[in-house]
């Protein structure tokens, strides 16, 4: 028995190893049961797919493997694979990572939580809700990831304002199930165990302390478990906060060149009351779960307003370290400003953008990001001395541009770039083979369901895969199969599509679902049960919202009661 566990756990080691070794081998039958052609593209889909879900290779590594293995299978020439690594969706993700480290390089966003913070107040409730909605604004322009790390050290401060130490709320916790007689020993070693009146009174006190802490550490839970669930939410608001949405417009330019409904400001004008809406239900939720809504501390009203009075002085005192706003963070503030009202304005759809300006076409969402952050590679961070040109003493100021390549290539995830490229590259290999359709064709019992119920049956599906696998990996595996499927039950192709990215975000029920979740679960403070239990209600609370908007501004906003013209376009093309 010994010598079969010590085998499993050197299994385990090299598992990565037998992988990638086995899944090629396991997966060759496709090569010669299928369809040359579906078959080949299947095989390298479902490669692709599993090395994602297992991280066997790096994420970036497995999204290059459409430039060997297409080629060389013949299922797509290397000319027209090599280009989906850099469309122009790419520059505009590009464009808003290079605005978000410039954002953090000059310390804004701390400026901005703070700022919100103080606005609040510091009634749980009311606090739970200011971390969401900073948590939730950041991640819209920068990563999920950069938030939640950057917003905890400020929760776990207030915390420990309102609650005092961790440790002592923990071991305060621990004594439920002990006895009248530990308690009171526990208390007060020194009372003797024959006085029963005394001892009630030291068991009474101590239960008091006991539940004043549980009900504290259940809030201090609330407050850690909503900034990541708050910047996984926030994500979903603009193109360029997550990386499914960038997805998104990118397979639809390549499936659906016609189609130019979505863009920045359409995208927001739908995605940011959704996002609004979800993001108050999860609020109720997680402030009813975790003791929130009470708006008090469990303890004297006393101690109550010493607790606030030590959080806002945290908070102050954060804040008044940061000192005024200085020209770097004024500049970077004009700036981000900008970047969001021109990519909103360019052409909104339901007004006339400024785009009209310039040929037909010629300007995309990409053109603008990188416009914007061009300038910041040398736009000064400090002012300017105008004394210098007039005044041959005066010495001049130090010219030091808002951001640098340096810091650019440093805070820039380029293996992302890479991912959005992999996922552009297998959705092209999908159509041009004909794999889409040929999946589409066998989900046939699909349209016997009606379309509303189909759509919280996607976005139920995705999100639970996605637990399991990165949200980029899971929407590029589906989101070709979702539109062919749209097709082939004739409705509007964007009636499934959008759904399915925005439930590729609804990760909430596992610390291994995104990058968020893993930082609050490794502050030690939280449990996997604790994830299982709030996160369930969050899907369902996300799959609600999302079937609500979509049968109702999107209906309106996207004409998802027709079938479009561009969608038929493509039918024909196909068939021709």
């Known amino acids: 028995m010994e010598t079969i566990s010590t085998f499993a756990k050197k299994l385990w080691c090299v598992k990565k190893q037998f992988i990638l070794v086995l899944t090629p081998l396991i997966l060759l039958p496709l090569l010669f049961g299928l369809p040359e052609k579906e078959g080949k593209c299947l095989y390298v889909v479902l490669l692709m797919a599993v090395f994602w879900c297992t991280e066997a290779l790096p994420l970036a590594v497995t999204a290059m493997l459409p430039v060997c293995l297409f080629p060389t299978m013949g299922i797509l020439p290397s000319k027209k694979v090599c280009p989906q690594y850099f469309l122009d969706t790419n520059f505009l993700f590009l464009s808003g990572l290079v605005m978000a480290s410039a954002i953090e390089e000059w310390g804004l966003h701390r400026r901005i939580a ?73 208390v007060s070693p020194t009372v003797p165990h024959t ?23 259940k809030v201090w839970k609330g407050f850690l478990i ?26 639809l330019k390549s499936y659906f060149p016609e189609c130019d ?82 990519l909103f304005t360019r052409d909104p759809k339901f007004v006339t953008g400024w785009s009209t300006f310039f040929n037909k076409g010629y300007v995309s969402d990409a053109t603008t990001g990188v416009i914007i952050v061009s300038i910041l590679f040398f736009f000064p961070s400090q002012k300017p001395s105008l004394s210098w040109w007039f005044d041959s003493r005066a010495s001049n100021t130090p010219y030091v541009p808002l951001l640098s390549w340096k810091k650019a290539q440093e805070c820039v995830p380029w293996n992302i770039i890479l991912l959005l490229g992999g996922g552009f590259a297998m959705a092209k290999g999908c159509e041009e083979s004909g794999l889409a359709a040929w999946i589409g064709a066998y989900l046939q019992p699909i349209a016997q369901v009606p379309p ?23 929407i590029i595996i589906f989101l070709p199969v979702i539109a062919e499927l749209a097709m082939f039950v004739k409705v509007n192709p964007l009636y499934f599509m959008i759904p399915a990215t925005t439930g590729c975000s609804f990760a909430f029920m596992l610390p291994v679902s ?25 899907n369902i609370l996300g799959i609600l919202s999302v079937s ?6 999107g209906r309106a906003m996207f004409s998802l009661e027709t079938y479009p013209d561009w969608a038929l376009l493509h039918l024909l093309v196909n068939d021709t």
């Open 452 to 474: 509303a119920v189909a759509v919280m049956f996607i976005t139920a599906f995705l999100a639970c895969f996605t637990e399991f696998a990165s949200n980029t990996a899971t």
């Open 261 to 342: 409904l979505i863009n920045f400001g359409s995208w927001f004008a739908f995605a940011f009351p959704l996002m609004v809406l979800f993001l108050i239900l999860a609020w109720l939720w997680i402030s009813f779960l975790y003791g929130g809504l009470n708006t008090r501390y469990g303890g004297q009203i006393k101690s109550k307003a010493q607790a606030e009075k030590k959080a806002e002085v945290v908070i102050d005192e954060d804040y008044r370290k940061l000192g005024p706003i200085n020209f770097a963070e004024g500049s970077i503030a004009f700036f981000f400003i900008l970047f969001a009202v021109l």
């Open 548 to 553: 609500l908007a979509m049968n109702t501004w």
């Open 226 to 251: 909503c900034i990541p669930y708050a910047a996984s939410i926030g994500g979903t608001a603009t193109l360029t906060g997550t990386a499914p949405n960038l997805i998104l417009i990118g397979q």
């Open 195 to 217: 006085s029963s009146e005394k001892m009630k009174t030291y068991t009474i006190d101590y239960t008091l302390i006991f539940y004043k802490s549980e009900y504290q550490m």
């Open 514 to 538: 995104t990058p968020p979740n893993s930082i609050a679960f490794a502050s030690g403070h939280l449990l996997v049960k604790d994830m299982v239990k709030t996160g369930f209600v969050m």
């Open 114 to 186: 703070l700022k919100v913070l103080k606005i609040v107040g510091v009634k749980p409730a009311w606090l739970i809700l200011g971390m969401m909605i900073t948590s939730a604004f950041l991640s819209m322009w920068l990563s999920n990831t950069a938030t939640t790390a950057m917003m905890l050290p400020i929760a776990n401060a207030i915390l420990e304002s309102l609650f005092g130490d961790l440790a002592t709320l923990k071991e305060n916790c621990k004594v439920k199930e002990e006895t009248e007689g530990e308690l009171l020993c526990r």
